[in-house]
Every structure is written in C-alpha cells, then in structure tokens.
C-alpha cells in the first residue's frame, strides 16, 4: 500500500502534557523502516503544524484550547482527505485522541466509514457533559453530530451534517464512562463492547461483531487506537491510565483480525506520552501494534478453523 504517515503533535485536548512528543517517539521506534520491510511504499508527511501551547490561553473552560485545536485539526481533515483522494492509506500518529475528529472527518469527506474505536473511553462528552473540558474526550461525539457545532462541522463542513453514522461505529475495550456520555452514546445507538465484552466472549468474537457493525452498508473502516486500552502495566505511556485494559496479545488479535479484513482504510495511534513511558516502550508497542493492522503476521496462512484435536492415550 502507499501509506502516508501523518504525525501531530497536539496535546491542548488532555488533562496532561507530553502526548505531543508522540509522533517523534514512535518515528524513533522504527515506524518507517518496519512498514517499508512490510513491502509497503511509506510516505512521511511531516508534522501538521501547532502552535507553542504557552502562546494560547484556555477561554472557554467546557471546551479548552477550542481556538488553537480547531485549526489543527481543519490541517490535518485536509491532509488525511488528499491522502485518500491520491489512493493513500492514512496512518495519523497523536498527539491525543481529539486528533481523530480529524483524521476521521476528512477521510468521511471522501468514502463512507465506519469506525472501529479501541479505547478505553467513549470520547462521547459535549461542552455540557464533559467533566474536564478535554476536547479530547469529544472526538466520536462530534464525528456522529453531538456536541458543539465548531468541532460537528469538521468532517463534513456542515455542523448539521454527522459525518459518521453511529450505527456504524463499534467502541472496543470500553471501561471508563462518564455518566452524561453514558447516556447519549445510549441515545445515539453506538455498539460497546466493553471489557466485560471481552472476558465473557474473548477477542476474537469481539472483533468479528465489531467488523460487522462498522463495514454494513460502509465503504471501509477507520481504525482508531488509542493506547490507554492496554493495562498499563504493558503500556505505561499514557496520559489516562485505567486499569483492567487488553493485554498485549488480545491488542495485537484484535488488530491483526482488523487488518485481514482488507476493509480497513486508516488508521489513527494516539495517546503515547514519552515524558510518563519506560524506555520507549508505550511507542515501541504502538509500532508493533499499527504493523499488525498493516500486515505483519508470524504464520500468514493460518487456518481458519482449528482440526480437531487427536485423542491422546
């Protein structure tokens, strides 16, 4: 595939700083050399630009940084659009999870999508929800139509237009809600498949019901991962932490399911803090995460359906 990689260091959407050294950590786990031994034609698109955090003021405290994230993300709709429009598949690195509300919306511009969002929070809050004014606990909320009409009107160019269907749109690995989201992703008719999900039926049934959810009556998927679905004790990296999330080797099924589907069409990794991490580790596991959803597998030719296993004795 031609991939282009998109890196933005945006952390104005987060309770805490440092996910906007990101993109460089996961540039300096190998990202680029990995994929392009995967055989794909890699394409670094740089950083989109964002403007130095101690030159904006919070104005609007149940929408924070609003002024300075708006056109970060309108740069980053607009390069994620060119790169579907050119035949490219998107890979946006974060920077925190508010960057999906571009990522997404510009790829909505050009096919419909359904998105499968793997992450520990809805994301689903409103200015009259939210908590924390984090803009990054909004993303999925205005990519669907709820929210403020400054951040709904991203994707489509029109804040009374949803750019995605929530219909098609499957949360994985869900465990942390606030109430007021809670109740509109209730409203809005999303399909969660919390952890509860997961221990009862494992991964893997969880992947095929989400595929189902978010490719019916889609042009393909958008993947977005947000690295705070892992226990922290496997990445440590991030800035919202819970504990109770996917081990490593449910994450790496659960993409490398998503990737044989061939009906993924971009993907977002976000929320890696280098400045909270262990030697890199967070980003080194994002790689390794991304490359499974891009191709890699230890034994490509897997059976579909295990043989019956021979009686011993």
Request: hydrophobic share 45%; charged share 20%.
């Amino acid at each position: 595939m031609q991939i282009d990689v998109i890196g933005v260091p945006l952390d104005y959407g987060a309770g805490r700083r440092g996910v906007d050294m990101g993109p460089a950590a996961v540039r300096h786990a190998g990202l680029f050399d990995r994929l392009r031994k995967l055989g794909h034609d890699v394409n670094d698109r740089g950083n989109v630009f964002v403007p130095l955090r101690e030159n904006v003021k919070v104005v609007e405290p149940t929408l924070r940084f609003v002024d300075a994230i708006l056109p970060v993300l309108a740069s980053l709709s607009d390069a994620v659009e060119q790169s579907v429009k050119s035949g490219g598949f998107p890979v946006v690195v974060g920077g925190d999870h508010s960057v999906a509300l571009g990522s997404i919306g510009g790829h909505a511009r050009v096919r419909k999508v359904g998105v499968v969002w793997v992450d520990t929070h809805g994301d689903w809050n409103t200015p009259e929800t939210t908590p924390s004014g984090n803009i990054h606990g909004m993303p999925m909320a205005a990519l669907c139509g709820y929210g403020d009409p400054r951040l709904t009107g991203l994707g489509s160019g029109d804040p009374a237009v949803r750019s995605i269907d929530p219909r098609n749109v499957a949360f994985v690995g869900t465990r942390d809600l606030d109430a007021g989201e809670r109740a509109l992703m209730r409203e809005a008719g999303v399909t969660v498949f919390s952890m509860e999900s997961i221990d009862r039926y494992g991964i893997a049934a969880v992947m095929e019901a989400a595929l189902a959810v978010a490719t019916e009556g889609t042009e393909g998927i958008h993947v977005s991962f947000d690295m705070d679905v892992l226990d922290p004790q496997f990445a440590p990296g991030v800035g919202t932490p819970v504990s109770g999330g996917l081990t490593v080797r449910e994450a790496h099924l659960a993409m490398e399911m998503l990737g044989s589907s061939g009906l993924v069409r971009g993907l977002d990794v976000v929320e890696v803090n280098p400045v909270l991490d262990q030697r890199n580790l967070t980003a080194e596991l994002a790689v390794d995460l991304a490359l499974s959803c891009l191709g890699l597998r230890v034994w490509p030719d897997a059976p579909a359906i295990l043989p019956a296993r021979a009686r011993v004795g």
